[in-house]
C-alpha cells in the first residue's frame, strides 16, 4: 500500500508544487521588486513606493498609456474585422475555395512575429519599402504614399500577423451557432436583415467580445512590432518602455518594474473578464458533437467578389511577406527586385549564416529549448490536467486557475519578474540557458494545459480504472494507458509550444546572455546591425526548421498514439 | 456443502455522495455474504446503489462506514482504518464499456495484468502461455494480434473477460456487462457467461438492472433499492415466494390487491385474508403478523379464467375482458373486478373478447402475503415496470 501511494503522491505533489512555482514565484518578486528602493541584491534598499510615484507622476506615462491603448484597440479592431470577414465567408457563404481559406489560415503562424515585422518594413518602409516603390512608380507620386513608421503602420503590421487567431476562433463560433435558430427567425416572417440584427448578432455577442478582448491584450503585450518600428518612429508603449529601462545603463529595475505592474493589471483585467464570458467548459471546447449543418447565404455573382478578397488578405498576411524575406535573403545587397539583382542572386547570406559565430550556438539552444520546454510543458500539464479533470483532490480547481496565471503576464513583464527571481533566489541560473527553459514552460504551461485537459476529458474514466483492476500502480496506470490515449492532445500541444518557444522573442530579451543566444535574440541583434539581408536568410532556415518539426511531430505522435 | 465459504463479506456499508449540502446517502448499511463459486448478482433499478457497492468491493469508491473482506482478508474496515488500494485487491473487473485499451493489440490487453506485475516478474513465455489460454477459454484464440479497435462488440466484451481472468483473481466483478450489446447477442453473451463463470469457477459478482438478465444467470441474486439490500434469494425463490412487495413488483410482473390479514394459517393451512373483492386464501410471507394491512401479489399467469362458474373452488371473482392482446404464446388480458384491474396470461387457444365475462381463479398456492409498506419512499412508477 505504502508503496504505491507514495510513488503517486509525491509525483502530484511536487508537478504541483513545481506549478505554484513557476506561475506564484515570479509573480510575488514583481510586486515585491517595484516597492524596494534599489535592485535585489544591493545592500541598504529599503520599502518605498516613489517608483510607482516616479511613473506615474510622470507626463510620459499618460503618453505611454494612450500609445499603448491606441495600438492595441487598433490592432483588436483590424484583426477583428478582418479576420471575422473571412470567417464569415468561408463559414456561411458559399464563396468559392473557402475550405482552402482555413489552411491559408494557417500558414502565417508559422511565421515568427519579428519575421513578418520585418518583412512589413522591407514592403513598406519610406525609402526602401517595395510597395512604397512599386505605387510610386505606377501613380508618379511624389513621395512615398505609406509610412510604416507611424502608428496606422505599427496597427497594420500587428493586425495582418494576428488575424489569423480571430478567424480560428470566429470560424468555430459561426460554425458551433446552431442555425435553426435563425431558422425559427425567417419562419416566424422576419427578413433576413431583421433576422442577423435581431437574431445572429446577439447570438455572436459573447463570441465576439471575447475575442476582441483577447486580440486586445495581445496588442498590450506584443513586443516585436514595437520594438522594431515603434522605436525608431519615436512611438513608445509599455513594452517597449520596460524594455529600454533594463536595457540602459544603467538600468533602472524599479521604474521598469512598476511599469510592468501596470501592464499586468492591464492584461489581467482583459483576462479575467474573458474568463467570465467564457465559462469554464467553453475554455476546453473542441468539438461540441453537435454537427449543425450551417445555413449557407448564396451570395449570387457577389461571391466572386468574395472570393477575390479572400486572396487578396491572404497574399498581404502570406505571400508578400515571403517573397520579400526569400528575396532579400538571396541578394547580395538590399534592394528593390530588378533585372540587374536577379542577375546577381547568390547564397552568400546563407553561407554566412552557417559561418557566423554564435549561428551554431543560436540554432542549438532553440533547438533544444524549443524541443524541452514542449515536451516539458507537455508531461507537467498532462499531470496537472489529469489531476484538476479525473482525480477528486482538493484544491483541484485553484491549481487550474495557478496554471493559467502566465497567460496573463506579457513576455516582458515574465522577463523582468524572472531577472529579479534568479538575482534574489540562491539558485545560480541567470544568464544560462534554463532560466529561459523555466521561463517558456511558465509562459507557454497555459497552452499546454489547454491541449492536455481537452484530450483529458475524452478519455473514459473506466480505461483508468481498468488498470487499476488490473493491479496497475498509479504511475503504471499514467504512464501506460493515460499518456498514450492522451498522445492526440499532447502532440498537438507539443507543436504548438514548440512553435511558439523557438520564436519567442519578449521574455528571453531581458534573459539572455551570449551563451544562451536563441534564434529571434539573433534575428533581432542583426537586424539592429542593418543587416537586413542575413536577417532574411536566418528567417527562411527558421521557418524551415518550424515546418520540419511541426511534421516530424506529427509523424512520431500518429506512430505512438491511436491512429486517428 | 459442509459448510459454507464466503468469499466476499460486505458488513454494514455506508457511502455517501457529494459534500457538504449536497450530500448524497448512497448505501444505507447494506451486508452481504457472497459465497465461494457463485454467481451473485446485485439488482436493482437505477440508482439503488448496486454499481457503487460493487466499486467498493473493487476499490474504486471509497466507503464512509463498514467494512469489506475478500477471502477472508480485510481490503477495507472504517474502523481499523483499513483501505488496499485496487491494484492490490485480488480481483478482476469487467466495465460496461469494456474498457478495452484502443491503442494496444488483443494480446497487450490481456497480457497487461502480468505485464506490469513486479512480484513474482513473469518470463515472457510464460505470460505468452497464459494468455493463449484463456483467450482459448473466452474464445477468441487467433486474435491476438488484433488491433483493439478493430474488435466488434461481443469480441470486445470476451477481451474483456479474457483480461479480468488471465492473473487468476479470486474475484470478478462484472458491472452491466451486457447494457452495450445488442438484444440477440445480449442472450447469447447470458449463456455464455454463465458457462465461463461454471468451468472457472470462479466467485463472480454482477451488476444488472434487467431483472430478465438476473433471473436467466445467478445462483443468488440481492435484490436492492435506494441503498438497502431489500431481499437475498435464489431466481426460483424471488420470483415465485418474494418476501417483499419491492421485489414482487421488480421481477416479472404481478397484481397486488390490498386487504388485511384474518388468518395466518400454519403448517399446510393457508392464511385468509380479508380484501373488498372477497376473503382470499393466501401463503403469507414470514414476519406477518395477525390483524396487519397487507397486499396479496399474484402473478399473471398464475391466474386461471374460466368461462363458466367453477364449482368446489376458493379464491374465485367475477370480471368482465377489458382488455386482450394476443402475443403468441399467450393472451395478454386486463379483466376488471369491480374497479380494480387485473393481468391475465391465459393460454393461446382460450379466445377472448372485450366485453366477456369470466371467472378468474387465484391459485392459492401462488397467492404470496406481503407486509403492505416494506420500502420507505417507493416510487410508484418504479413498481409499474
Redesign the interface.
Known amino acids: 500500500?505504502s508503496r504505491?501511494?507514495n510513488s503517486q503522491i509525491l509525483i502530484l505533489i511536487g508537478c504541483s508544487l513545481f506549478v505554484f512555482y513557476l506561475a506564484g514565484v515570479p509573480l510575488v518578486m514583481l510586486l515585491y521588486g517595484s516597492v524596494r528602493s534599489a535592485p535585489i541584491g544591493e545592500p541598504g534598499a529599503t520599502y518605498t513606493i516613489q517608483n510607482y510615484i516616479k511613473a506615474y507622476f510622470d507626463r510620459e506615462f499618460y503618453l505611454l498609456f494612450w500609445n499603448s491603448l491606441k495600438f492595441a484597440v487598433g490592432n483588436c479592431i483590424v484583426s477583428f474585422l478582418i479576420g471575422t470577414y473571412l470567417a464569415w465567408i468561408s463559414e456561411r457563404t458559399n464563396t468559392p475555395f473557402k475550405k482552402l481559406f482555413l489552411v491559408m489560415a494557417l500558414i502565417p503562424f508559422i511565421i515568427p512575429g519579428i519575421l513578418s515585422t520585418i518583412a512589413w518594413i522591407l514592403l513598406l518602409s519610406p525609402k526602401i519599402g517595395l510597395i512604397n516603390l512599386v505605387v510610386k512608380g505606377l501613380l508618379r507620386l511624389e513621395a512615398a504614399p505609406f509610412n510604416v513608421y507611424s502608428m496606422g503602420g505599427m496597427i497594420w503590421a500587428e493586425a495582418i500577423h494576428l488575424y489569423p487567431l480571430v478567424f480560428l476562433l470566429m470560424s468555430a463560433a459561426f460554425r458551433n451557432m446552431d442555425t435553426s435558430l435563425e431558422e425559427a427567425s425567417l419562419s416566424a416572417g422576419s427578413s433576413t436583415f431583421v433576422t442577423f440584427r435581431r437574431i445572429t448578432l446577439p447570438l455572436m455577442r459573447p463570441a465576439m467580445f471575447s475575442v476582441l478582448l483577447i486580440m486586445f491584450v495581445r496588442g498590450m503585450e506584443a513586443f516585436e512590432v514595437p520594438a522594431l518600428i515603434g522605436v525608431p518612429a519615436k512611438i513608445s508603449v509599455f513594452t517597449t518602455k520596460i524594455f529600454l529601462a533594463i536595457h540602459q545603463f544603467p538600468s533602472d529595475f524599479g521604474l521598469a518594474g512598476s511599469y510592468a505592474v501596470t501592464l499586468l493589471a492591464i492584461s489581467t483585467t482583459g483576462v479575467l473578464i474573458y474568463g467570465r464570458i467564457t465559462r469554464r467548459e467553453e475554455r476546453y471546447a473542441t468539438v461540441t458533437g453537435k454537427g449543425y449543418r450551417p445555413r449557407v447565404i448564396d451570395l449570387g455573382p457577389w461571391k466572386y467578389l468574395t472570393c477575390a478578397s479572400a486572396f487578396v488578405i491572404f497574399a498581404l498576411a502570406v505571400v508578400f511577406p515571403v517573397f520579400i524575406l526569400l528575396w532579400s535573403s538571396f541578394i547580395p545587397y538590399y534592394g528593390v527586385p530588378s533585372a540587374e539583382l536577379v542577375g546577381k542572386m547568390t547564397i552568400a547570406n546563407y553561407t554566412y549564416i552557417m559561418n557566423y559565430p554564435l549561428a551554431l550556438t543560436a540554432f542549438k539552444n532553440s533547438f533544444y529549448l524549443s524541443v524541452g520546454s514542449a515536451t516539458l510543458v507537455m508531461l507537467l500539464t498532462s499531470v496537472i490536467a489529469w489531476i484538476t479533470v479525473k482525480s477528486k483532490l482538493p484544491g483541484r480547481v485553484f491549481l487550474d486557475n495557478v496554471t493559467f496565471i502566465p497567460i496573463a503576464m506579457p513576455g516582458i513583464v515574465l522577463g523582468v519578474s524572472l531577472i529579479w527571481v534568479y538575482l534574489t533566489l540562491p539558485i545560480p541560473i541567470y544568464g544560462t540557458i534554463w532560466v529561459l527553459l523555466l521561463a517558456y514552460i511558465t509562459k507557454f504551461m497555459p497552452y499546454g494545459i489547454r491541449a492536455a485537459s481537452a484530450s483529458m476529458i475524452q478519455i473514459?474514466k473506466?480505461?483508468e480504472?481498468?488498470?487499476?483492476?488490473?493491479?496497475?500502480?498509479w504511475f503504471?496506470t499514467f504512464w501506460?494507458?493515460i499518456l498514450?490515449?492522451l498522445?492526440p492532445g499532447f502532440v498537438a500541444g507539443w507543436i504548438y509550444v514548440s512553435i511558439i518557444s523557438l520564436r519567442e522573442l519578449s521574455t528571453s530579451i531581458l534573459l539572455y546572455s551570449y551563451n544562451s543566444t536563441v534564434l529571434s535574440i539573433m534575428a533581432f541583434d542583426l537586424w539592429e546591425g542593418g543587416q537586413y539581408t542575413y536577417v532574411c536568410a536566418l528567417g527562411v532556415l527558421m521557418v524551415l526548421l518550424l515546418v520540419a518539426m511541426a511534421f516530424v511531430a506529427r509523424k512520431l505522435g500518429a506512430r505512438i498514439?491511436?491512429a486517428e | 456443502m459442509a459448510e459454507k465459504r464466503f468469499m466476499v463479506q460486505i458488513e454494514f456499508l455506508e457511502k455517501y455522495f457529494g459534500e457538504d449540502k449536497d450530500r448524497v446517502h448512497v448505501l444505507k448499511g447494506i451486508s452481504l455474504d457472497i459465497p465461494e463459486g457463485s454467481l451473485y448478482t446485485f439488482l436493482g433499478p437505477s440508482g439503488c446503489g448496486k454499481t457503487t457497492t460493487l466499486r467498493c468491493v473493487a476499490g474504486l469508491e471509497r466507503p464512509e462506514g463498514g467494512k469489506i473482506s475478500i477471502d477472508g482478508r480485510p481490503v477495507f474496515a472504517s474502523g481499523e482504518r483499513v483501505y488496499i488500494p485496487t491494484n492490490k485487491r485480488p480481483i478482476g473487473m469487467v466495465f460496461q464499456s469494456y474498457a478495452i485499451w484502443p491503442h494496444m493489440t488483443v494480446f497487450e490487453n490481456v497480457a497487461y495484468p502480468l505485464t506490469i506485475q513486479r512480484r513474482p516478474r513473469r518470463s515472457k513465455s510464460e505470460i505468452r502461455q497464459k494468455v493463449e489460454e484463456v483467450l482459448k477459454v473466452v474464445g477468441l484464440h487467433g486474435l491476438e494480434d488484433r488491433p483493439a479497435p478493430k474488435l466488434s462488440g461481443g469480441q470486445q466484451q470476451r477481451v474483456a473477460f479474457a483480461r479480468a481472468l488471465v492473473n487468476e483473481p479470486k474475484v470478478m466483478l462484472l458491472d452491466e456487462p451486457l447494457s452495450n450489446l445488442d438484444a440477440k447477442l445480449r442472450e447469447q453473451m447470458r449463456f455464455e457467461i454463465k458457462a465461463l463463470q461454471r468451468r472457472v469457477n470462479i466467485t463472480t459478482i454482477y451488476v444488472t438492472h434487467d431483472q430478465a438478465e438476473a433471473l436467466a444467470i445467478s445462483d443468488q441474486i440481492a435484490v436492492m433499492h435506494a441503498g438497502k439490500l431489500i431481499e437475498v434469494g435464489t431466481a426460483h425463490q424471488l420470483y415465485s415466494r418474494p418476501k417483499r412487495k419491492f421485489t414482487a413488483t421488480f421481477l416479472g410482473l404481478t397484481n397486488l390487491i390490498e386487504g388485511k390479514v384474518v388468518e395466518l394459517g400454519g403448517d399446510s393451512r393457508p392464511g385468509q385474508m380479508e380484501t373488498k373483492k372477497g376473503i382470499f386464501s393466501f401463503v403469507p410471507a414470514t414476519g406477518l403478523t395477525k390483524g396487519e394491512t397487507a397486499v396479496l401479489s399474484i402473478r399473471p399467469e398464475h391466474i386461471q379464467v374460466h368461462k363458466q362458474q367453477p364449482q368446489g373452488l376458493e379464491n374465485v371473482v367475477e370480471g368482465t375482458v377489458k382488455e386482450a392482446v394476443f402475443m403468441g404464446d399467450a393472451y395478454h388480458c386486463q379483466i376488471a373486478v369491480g374497479d380494480l384491474l387485473l393481468r391475465v396470461h391465459t393460454h393461446p387457444f382460450l379466445s377472448m373478447s372485450p366485453g366477456e365475462k369470466v371467472y378468474l381463479h387465484l391459485d392459492p398456492q401462488s397467492c404470496n402475503g406481503l407486509p403492505a409498506e416494506d420500502v420507505e419512499g417507493m416510487d410508484e412508477s418504479m413498481l409499474g415496470a
Request: no cysteine.
Open positions: 500500500m504505491f501511494f473514459n473506466e480505461l480504472e481498468a488498470s487499476l483492476a488490473s493491479g496497475g500502480t503504471q501506460k494507458v498514450p490515449l498522445m498514439g491511436i
